[in-house]
Structures are given as C-alpha cells and as structure tokens.
C-alpha cells in the first residue's frame, strides 16, 4: 500500500492506527488497509452535498470490493492492498 494511504486511519482514528501497528507487518497492512476503507466509506455524508453524490461514492466502494475479491482490483491505493494482490 503507498505510504500516502496511512494518513486517513492516521488521522481519521488515531488510537486503532497505534493499535494496528503492533501487527506483525503482513497483519498490519491489510488492517490499515481496512480501517482506510472504513475512514473513507465513513466521510462520505460529510463530503457528499447531495444524496446521489453520496450514493455514487457508495456504488464506487461498491464496484471497488467487489473487484478486489474477483481479484482485479481497480487503480486505487485502497484497491490494491496486499488482500488484493
């Protein structure tokens, strides 16, 4: 996962970040990766302005998971997690 997606678990739930780093490393990425999925899906009625942008951003979270778990994850650092690899 590039360095650039720990900033949301970091700053977004600080406490379980500390947590997820006394993982043992192969551990430690795929739950950052989670808890970078859980800060972005959880954002979305503060960023959505309206009802069909936050439905968009769920369908994009949507179509993104199921694709990772069909094994061809999109272009995106959430996309591409060791999990997806």
């Known amino acids: 996962m590039p360095a ?6 970091r700053s977004a ?7 997820t780093l006394l993982l043992p490393d192969g551990q430690r990425q795929s739950m ?3 808890r970078a ?3 972005e899906v959880a954002r979305i009625p503060d960023v959505a302005r ?3 942008l ?3 951003r ?22 591409n997690t060791p ?3």
């Open 37 to 39: 999925f859980n800060a």
């Open 32 to 34: 950052l990766a989670v």
């Open 54 to 56: 936050a439905l968009a």
């Open 4 to 9: 650039g997606s720990y900033a949301r678990p």
């Open 13 to 19: 739930d600080y406490e379980n970040y500390l947590t």
């Open 58 to 79: 769920m369908k994009f979270w949507s179509d993104t998971l199921d694709a990772v778990f069909k094994a061809c994850p999109r272009e995106h650092a959430l996309g």
């Open 83 to 85: 999990a997806s690899n």
């Open 50 to 52: 309206t009802t069909p």
